[in-house]
């Protein structure tokens, strides 16, 4: 991947008649990256998406690739390939045909199609499958045709839709190592978009967390899993004890506690389930649920500032529902929300 900026959203403004979808986003990319657009419904992501592709208008800003203004290009003029969600693939032509089908358009014909549609099919790892029908694939298989007929156009971006979520969970881990395979052996700067947290950390190079038409944090995998910045994004990533602060004290409802250790001037603390000891602190609730999970054990206590979740080996004492438990919240296991709400 190189540091060089590739692709540049300089003020992007996007709506859907009066109703804006995204504002004022600025993002640049850099070449040969793999980066997620990860948040919820409505976020914007996906809007954000269909603009640099070209499939709908700007409002205001401009889109910069390869040092080329493209805001009003058409979109066959763009040089950028799609995947889709549904992967839209042609079920009465086979898979070389499906393939070959863009490039056919292009004017290309003879040996240099079939040499050019075979190191595609051999890319994604089903030049076998080249005389086969499309619904005769499995789900990844169909979902490779159509990465590499995106491929053998040579974009300059290749964007993704919601890329695994019509896949199975065993499917799904399978084409996340292939994606990133094709990404690297290829090079192409690919941009994804999903909802999928544990999709967009297992494959990108950075994530884009979007909320609400805007950017809510930019960051590595690592930086996006271990240091949200905001309790939007810590829920998002799987935080699942998170509370504001205020004077040096955790709030809940109506109820200030002091936790252990150094507070910092922050909006609030977030912490993972496993970040919570159990069984001493100077904390106590009541256990009202208790779930084995194979290596641990998930507790839910109900404490009187509210709801708080502990993982712990599975070793471990166990704690029966109803019974009075001790726990801390230190503040040395906690990320620190800047921003909260």
């Not at 995106?150 to 190592?177: C, F, G, I, Y």
Request: hydrophobic share 45%; glycine share 12%; proline share 5%.
């Amino acid at each position: 991947m190189s540091d060089q900026t590739y692709l540049t959203l300089d003020k992007l403004t996007l709506a859907y008649g009066r109703t804006p979808a995204v504002k004022d986003l600025d993002l640049a990319i850099r070449k040969g990256e793999l980066l997620a657009l990860l948040g919820p419904s409505g976020c914007g992501k996906t809007t954000t998406m269909r603009a640099i592709a070209g499939l709908m208008s700007v409002g205001g800003g401009r889109i910069t690739l390869d040092g080329r203004d493209i805001t009003k290009l058409a979109a066959n003029k763009r040089e950028i390939g799609l995947v889709f969600q549904s992967y839209a693939l042609f079920p009465h032509l086979t898979v070389f045909d499906n393939v070959a089908f863009g490039l056919k358009l292009q004017g290309m014909r003879g040996d240099e199609l079939r040499r050019t549609v075979e190191g595609g099919l051999k890319t994604v790892g089903l030049l076998e499958f080249a005389g086969r029908k499309t619904p005769d694939l499995s789900g990844g298989q169909q979902q490779r045709v159509a990465l590499a007929r995106s491929l053998v156009m040579q974009p300059k971006v290749l964007m993704l839709d919601e890329p695994l979520s019509n896949l199975d969970a065993r499917l799904r881990l399978e084409m996340r190592t292939e994606l990133q395979r094709v990404q690297k052996e290829s090079g192409v700067t690919m941009i994804f978009v999903t909802h999928d947290q544990i999709e967009a950390l297992a494959l990108a190079d950075r994530i884009v967390v979007m909320r609400g038409g805007a950017i809510e944090q930019i960051g590595t995998p690592e930086e996006i899993y271990n240091h949200p910045v905001s309790s939007f994004v810590a829920d998002f990533v799987g935080f699942e004890n998170i509370f504001p602060l205020k004077d040096g004290r955790l709030v809940a409802g109506n109820t200030a506690i002091d936790v252990s250790g150094t507070v910092p001037d922050a909006g609030g603390l977030a912490w993972r389930p496993r970040a919570v000891p159990l069984g001493s602190g100077p904390l106590t609730g009541l256990v009202r649920g208790v779930s084995f999970a194979g290596n641990s054990r998930e507790y839910v206590i109900e404490a009187p500032f509210g709801m708080v979740k502990a993982e712990v080996d599975a070793a471990a004492p166990v704690h029966s529902i109803g019974s009075e438990v001790r726990f801390d919240l230190p503040v040395a296991g906690a990320a620190v929300l800047h921003r909260f709400g």
